[in-house]
């Protein structure tokens, strides 16, 4: 048996580290762009599902999706709306806003009497404060 001597050995295993990212650079090169690494797992699973095949033609789905107010934050426009209510000194119970709305409306109580107030979206100004 023959012994390799260590600089043989230190060329050899330079070799096979430069091999080895060589390898690994082109196979991240030549990837195609947009690549997803689970694309090709799961997407026959998708769009073979009920629930793909149920939404997939129903109008009441698609417009959810193109809604003019995609980056409206609900819970953020409630927050604010019971804030200036409650500035306003009025207990605030329920607050309700929907996307595509120019209303917020406001169920509040002060002292014994209930009251049902709206609030204009995006200023959050009173329209209207009525006792229920």
Do not use: F, W
Request: aromatic share 10%; with cysteine; proline share 2%.
């Amino acid at each position: 048996m023959r012994v390799l001597s260590y600089a043989k050995l230190k060329n050899v295993v330079s070799a096979s580290m430069v091999t080895a990212l060589l390898l690994a650079m082109t196979g991240c090169v030549t990837t195609p762009s947009g690549y997803h690494k689970y694309e090709d797992i799961y997407q026959d699973v998708h769009k073979d599902s009920k629930a793909y095949k149920k939404h997939k033609d129903n109008k009441k789905y698609k417009d959810k999706n193109k809604s003019a107010h995609k980056g409206v934050n609900v819970y953020a426009i409630e927050q604010r709306a019971a804030n200036k209510v409650r500035r306003m000194g009025y207990r605030v119970n329920d607050v309700k806003y929907v996307k595509g709305n120019r209303k917020i409306m406001v169920k509040a109580e002060r002292g014994r009497d209930n009251y049902k107030i709206d609030l204009d979206y995006p200023s959050y100004d009173v329209v209207r404060i009525k006792k229920r």
